[in-house]
């Protein structure tokens, strides 16, 4: 049974750090794509950064890029998106989501990262920054 179980997130000020986790279960890490999205009540789900683990393709937003980073551990079936320089408009539930098939490509740079291609989901984490 694929699990994915979100934690790392909370309340920070502005120009802070955070570092989510994504604790995969059921599958192997580095078969699938893991995602990171983010969401604000009455907006669309947001692609912020994907990884492949096997292969260690990255992808990552350009409304994040510099500040945001993804990285796996596959002998921890984990997967991190370390967030640095944070701002007030990073508050959101962010979700992490997997799915057997390689995702993460370099069409991905084009298309951008898109929550549908993405079976599995965890149950999202809050992340708020504010002073």
């Known amino acids: 049974q694929v699990q994915l179980v979100e934690s790392g997130g909370g309340l920070v000020q502005p120009g802070g750090s955070l570092r989510l986790s994504c604790a995969a279960s059921?599958?192997?890490?580095?078969?699938?794509?893991i995602g990171w999205f983010r969401q604000t009540p009455g907006k669309e789900r947001e692609g912020v950064s994907c990884?492949?683990?096997?292969?260690?393709?990255?992808h990552i937003a350009d409304s994040v890029k510099g500040r945001f980073t993804i990285s796996a551990d596959n002998a921890k079936n984990t997967v991190y998106l370390q967030m640095d320089s944070l701002k007030p408009e990073d508050t959101a539930v962010y979700y992490c989501?997997?799915?057997?098939?390689?995702?993460?490509?370099?069409?991905?740079?084009?298309?951008?990262?898109?929550?549908?291609?993405?079976?599995?989901w965890g149950q999202g984490t809050q992340v708020t920054v504010s002073s």
């Open positions: 989501a997997a799915d057997p098939l390689i995702r993460c490509t370099v069409v991905t740079d084009i298309t951008g990262i898109k929550s549908y291609d993405y079976d599995y």
């Open positions: 059921g599958f192997p890490l580095d078969y699938y794509s």
């Open positions: 990884i492949n683990s096997k292969s260690g393709r990255t």
